[in-house]
Nanobody
Framework: QVQLVESGGGLVQAGGSLRLSCAAS????????MAWYRQAPGKQRELVAT???????NYADSVKGRFTISRDNAKKTVYLQMNSLIPEDTGVYFC????????WGQGTQVTVSS
C-alpha cells in the first residue's frame, strides 16, 4: 500500500519559515520524481517545486529564491523549506510522487498571516 504522509504545516506570520516533510512508503522512492503542489481556497492546485531522482530541482516563479525542495532517499522523505513566507503562500500543500504511477498525499495546511 502506497502512502505519502505530509507534516510540518501550521500558522506562521509573514516573513517566517516552515519546513514541510513528506514520508513515503510502499514505493521505490529513489526512482520517483517528487513534487510539492499547493491549493489556495477557490483556486486550482498549482505546482510549487519538483525534485528528480537525480536531484535536479525546479520551482514555480512565485517561490524561487524563497523555497527549497530536497530529498533523502535513505529516509524516503522529501522536504520543502519555505522561507520569507507571504500571505499568498497560504493553502493546502500536497506531496506528489510520479514515475509510472502517480500518487498524492492527504495535504497539510499552511496559513501565513499578515
Amino acid at each position: 500500500q502506497v502512502q505519502l504522509v505530509e507534516s510540518g504545516g501550521g500558522l506562521v506570520q509573514a516573513g517566517g519559515s516552515l519546513r514541510l516533510s513528506c514520508a513515503a512508503s510502499g514505493i521505490m522512492f529513489s526512482v520517483y520524481v517528487m513534487a510539492w503542489y499547493r491549493q489556495a481556497p477557490g483556486k486550482q492546485r498549482e505546482l510549487v517545486a519538483t525534485v528528480t531522482s537525480g536531484g535536479g530541482t525546479n520551482y514555480a516563479d512565485s517561490v524561487k529564491g524563497r523555497f527549497t525542495i530536497s530529498r533523502d532517499n535513505a529516509k524516503k522523505t522529501v522536504y520543502l523549506q519555505m522561507n520569507s513566507l507571504i500571505p499568498e503562500d497560504t493553502g493546502v500543500y500536497f506531496c506528489n510522487a510520479n514515475f509510472r504511477n502517480n500518487y498524492w498525499g492527504q495535504g497539510t495546511q499552511v496559513t501565513v498571516s499578515s
